[in-house]
């Protein structure tokens, strides 16, 4: 089965980045541009996992994840934070947030979708 994937970052060279990795391991993606434009793509999505940055203009990950985590559908749903972002104090607001797991910038294509399998089960 292949994997439905929303990515949330406001950086175009990352969606493109994750389109390529995540595509040639057969999954389907669908980018945003931040938390907001995230939330309005998932009005209509039920992706499998959820990829988000945390620095984004209009709406951060933090908020974002917050935002999901309060629609019923998607509360289980996983969420990997990907950013350049390593401090335990971000880990812990990641999870406190409700974020499933943490992946540091720059990405290993094939961890990122062994992560992406992983938390999808």
Do not use: C, Y
Request: no cysteine.
């Amino acid at each position: 089965m292949s994997l439905s994937v929303l990515a949330v970052d406001d950086s175009r060279t990352m969606r493109d980045m994750l389109r390529i990795s995540l595509v040639s391991a057969g999954m389907e993606i669908t980018t945003a541009e931040d938390g907001l434009d995230g939330l309005e793509t998932l009005e209509t999505l039920q992706p499998d996992a959820i990829i988000s940055d945390v620095n984004m203009p209009r709406m951060d990950g933090f908020a974002f994840i917050e935002a999901v985590r309060r629609i019923d559908r998607l509360r289980a749903t996983p969420i990997l934070m990907l950013t350049t972002e390593s401090a335990p104090e971000m880990k812990a607001r990641a999870r406190n947030a409700g974020a499933t797991g943490w992946i540091v910038k720059p990405f290993d294509p094939q961890k990122l979708v062994a992560a992406l399998h992983m938390v999808t089960g």
